[in-house]
């Protein structure tokens, strides 16, 4: 069973930046996809980033390229996503999610329901 953690969310104002940790323990397969979705009120949950762990593979929602950064340690088996310019439209609560023995893909987009193991999520505020 792979546990996850979250850390690393808040409150900022746009334009401003956080960094979300993500530290997974159980990991048993050699190769795993580590999402980073997040979900808005009144709103479905969506993608935003995918790294393999281990690996070197990083796919980015459209809307999110060129501002965030997905990163990964295998030694420590954390996860980052490191978020520049914040807009309002950021905001919601981001969960970290791993998807076992297999690397990620473009199509992990539409495969949510893939994902098997889940933190508890961590809350965003951006204000205008």
């Known amino acids: 069973v792979v546990h996850l953690e979250e850390s690393g969310g808040g409150s900022v104002q746009a334009g401003g930046s956080l960094r979300l940790s993500c530290a997974a323990s159980g990991f048993t397969d050699y190769k795993n996809c580590m999402g980073w979705f997040r979900q808005a009120p009144g709103k479905e949950r969506e993608g935003v980033s995918f790294i393999e762990f281990p690996g070197s593979g990083i796919y980015y929602r459209y809307s999110v390229k060129g501002r965030f950064t997905a990163s990964n340690d295998n030694a420590k088996a954390t996860a980052w996503l490191q978020m520049n310019n914040l807009k309002p439209e950021d905001a919601g609560t981001y969960y970290c999610?791993?998807?076992?023995?297999?690397?990620?893909?473009?199509?992990?987009?539409?495969?949510?329901?893939?994902?098997?193991?889940w933190g508890e999520g961590v809350q965003v505020a951006v204000s205008p």
């Open positions: 999610a791993v998807r076992t023995d297999t690397w990620c893909y473009q199509e992990d987009f539409t495969r949510e329901s893939s994902f098997t193991f």
